[in-house]
């Protein structure tokens, strides 16, 4: 044996003595000293790729991953071709968070042993981890080829797949993780998630249900089958799932922002607005939250405008002013009378009440001049996303892409003028807005009022909702007011026939509020309590009541102005056939205030039922004159609250001329809607054409 061989051998018994007493202190809990014995494993041979990984595995069981890192990243210069050492150095470089050389690492392994199925994962969660499920999703299918058995690797693919909008593919590996594990909460947890997400609210809670059986600490589930319950109207459940999540996991932001949003529903303005506020506090660039106080604030009559306006800004600050800097020129071609590429943004293009509003405009667009894109913001795709997608010429689901993403794709797909349908109303993409990705960008319908960004030039309404000089100081953008209306509406051509007023039979007299309980504030039971004292032959329905919590408030908020809960029906929500049909019930719709109603309006409008508004001076508090005018019953519209008592005694007191304006209101209605879309259609063309021209001029003077 040379010189050299019996140093090296000595070497490596001095090292691997090192190593058993460093093992053996180990056991008997004797962290500090074990750590010199490996250490001193190493410094006897430093050629030892067996004493540097016992040093890294003691460093990373310890928690201590950057001190393993330079162990493993030792191996990889000793070994090249080591894959056990390029792995672990992926697993350190991942424990620190630098996931790009966690990719890296796992890669130099997978290229080393294509099969290594260990490896492989890791490189595939590093690539999520770098938001790019669309390259995790080969190594995660090599994973569950090789070990269909793997229920972790199952998962991770389910969430990957979620990632990139998959949701049938992602529906049935999360289903394959809990079958291979049935007592798996996270997948039962996330698998109720998806359910949710595509609106099957009853699945959602049956698997969320399970994942809080198997893991009743599980924080994620007790929020997830919180939002479930609060879709199923079940708000005081809700509730208590949110607070569970909340106490579960001190700081957790989502679940404060939750029970805010439970709290709007329940008419608590304030304390809705406290909790999203304590929410943004924890995680102050949640845009999503921040957008849920502003509509929150929107309904606040105590806020004035002024304020209001400023919360607005407030949010451009925080979440636009940061993008200004990497806004870019804009390479379109600035030929004002081409054919423009018009791009809709929108998370409700599916049966919703967008959907009334947006179609006539999508059939009627001139596609000879305008070239029609959707991006929709929403997983789900049923019936309705069908229908408008056979109208447009090209419909992109961008649900699953980060505001970045989304950016780029809207600017390298051209738009030349990029329009809202959401403002800050859930499944928003003001983000990506606030990124500048086309030349003209306007707010449209969806959300009463501003966005508060400066990257939205325009925002679309009309004289009714937005009265020249009125609100325009409330507004970032530049309001642009078209003449036939800010929107048509596709009325329900299959609609129940409208009858005779039902209170000419002589039962009394039954009045409506059509819209969420948390729009009837204080201000609002004072006044219907008066039209009910003047009218004791009425009763007053209210929809989509079907909350105990809520029914009781109300009902204590009309016992205190002296109705009897007797007078008081509560309607739960119910599907628009049911709910259309029950209008042969209502004689008189009584419209809220400040926040009006919209597409329940119409709806009442359409069934012959009249409404009672009272406008104010924000755009949420005009939307019912809006319609009122369209309808021409500019008369039924108020501008105090005397004035609003007295239009409804005024109707109550001739029914046989209600029945008659009832029986008028379909035809009415029905020949305006026939001519509406195409006129409003080209208004609209022409504010575009506008819009465009004037970027032209400004950009690229002739």
Request: hydrophobic share 45%.
């Amino acid at each position: 044996m040379s010189n050299l061989s019996s140093q090296r051998a000595k070497a490596g018994r001095s090292s691997r003595a090192h190593a058993t007493k460093a093992r053996h202190l180990l056991g008997n809990g004797q962290i500090a000293e074990a750590e010199v014995f490996f250490q001193r494993a190493v410094d006897a041979d430093k050629f030892s790729s067996d004493a540097l990984t016992n040093l890294g595995d003691f460093y990373f069981k310890q928690n201590r991953p950057e001190q393993a890192h330079r162990c493993f990243a030792r191996i990889t210069a000793l070994e090249p071709k080591n894959e056990v050492a390029w792995r672990n150095l992926g697993v350190s470089c991942a424990a620190t968070g630098d996931h790009q050389q966690a990719a890296i690492a796992f890669g130099h392994a997978v290229q080393i042993a294509p099969a290594y199925t260990n490896a492989a994962h890791g490189l595939a969660l590093s690539l999520m981890a770098l938001d790019q499920p669309l390259a995790a999703i080969p190594f995660f299918q090599q994973v569950v080829n090789r070990t269909p058995q793997d229920h972790e690797a199952m998962f991770n693919f389910a969430n990957a797949l979620v990632k990139i909008g998959e949701l049938d593919a992602a529906e049935a590996a999360f289903s394959v993780a809990v079958l291979i594990k049935p007592g798996f909460a996270m997948a039962h947890c996330n698998l109720g998630q998806l359910y949710f997400v595509r609106g099957q609210t009853q699945l959602a809670i049956s698997h969320l249900s399970a994942a809080i059986e198997t893991s009743p600490d599980l924080f994620e589930a007790h929020n997830n089958i919180g939002a479930a319950f609060q879709r199923d109207g079940q708000l005081a459940l809700a509730l208590d799932c949110f607070q569970t999540a909340a106490t579960l996991r001190p700081g957790f932001a989502e679940a404060h922002s939750n029970i805010g949003s439970v709290q709007l529903a329940l008419g608590n303005l304030a304390a809705a607005a406290r909790c999203y506020r304590h929410s943004l506090a924890l995680k102050p660039d949640n845009a999503a939250v921040f957008s849920d106080l502003l509509f929150c604030l929107q309904s606040d009559e105590t806020i004035d405008d002024v304020e209001l306006f400023a919360v607005h800004r407030e949010f451009a600050d925080r979440f636009e002013a940061p993008l200004k800097a990497r806004w870019m020129p804009h390479t379109n071609e600035p030929d004002p009378s081409r054919k423009l590429r018009i791009g809709y943004v929108s998370g409700d293009l599916r049966n919703h009440a967008i959907a009334f509003f947006i179609e006539p405009t999508l059939a009627t667009h001139d596609r000879a001049r305008f070239e029609i894109m959707i991006y929709s913001n929403h997983a789900q795709f049923d019936d309705v996303s069908l229908r408008l997608s056979k109208l447009v010429d090209r419909w992109t689901n961008v649900s699953s892409m980060s505001d970045d993403a989304l950016a780029a794709r809207i600017r390298n797909d051209g738009v030349d003028i990029l329009v809202d349908l959401s403002g800050h109303t859930a499944n928003n993409r003001l983000l990506a807005f606030a990124r500048k990705p086309a030349p003209v960008q306007s707010a449209w319908m969806g959300y009463g009022g501003t966005t508060g960004l400066d990257a939205m030039d325009y925002r679309i309404t009309d004289q009714w909702h937005d009265p020249v000089g009125l609100t325009d100081p409330s507004n970032s953008e530049k309001l642009v007011r078209l003449a036939a209306g800010s929107a048509a509406f596709r009325f329900v051509a299959d609609a129940p026939p409208v009858g005779h007023l039902p209170a000419l039979a002589g039962r009394g007299v039954t009045l409506a509020c059509l819209n969420s309980p948390r729009k009837i504030r204080p201000r609002v039971v004072t006044l219907w309590s008066r039209i009910l004292a003047a009218r004791t032959d009425a009763r007053l329905m209210i929809f989509n009541a079907s909350d105990d919590a809520v029914q009781q408030s109300l009902l204590e908020q009309f016992s205190a102005n002296g109705i009897d809960a007797s007078r008081i029906v509560f309607q739960p929500w119910m599907s628009l056939p049911d709910y259309l049909a029950i209008h042969s019930q209502i004689d008189l719709a009584l419209d809220p205030f400040p926040y009006n109603g919209c597409t329940t309006s119409l709806h009442a409008l359409w069934m012959g039922v009249p409404y009672v508004t009272l406008a104010g001076d924000r755009a949420v508090s005009r939307v019912g004159a809006g319609m009122l005018a369209v309808a021409g019953l500019q008369d039924w519209v108020t501008h105090s609250e005397t004035a609003y008592f007295n239009r409804a005694m005024l109707a109550l007191s001739d029914l046989p001329a209600l029945d008659r304006l009832r029986r008028s209101l379909r035809p009415r209605l029905a020949a305006d809607s026939a001519a509406r879309p195409q006129k409003l259609t080209r208004d609209l063309e022409h504010a575009y054409r506008c819009m465009w021209q004037q970027w032209c001029g400004q950009n690229h003077p002739g």
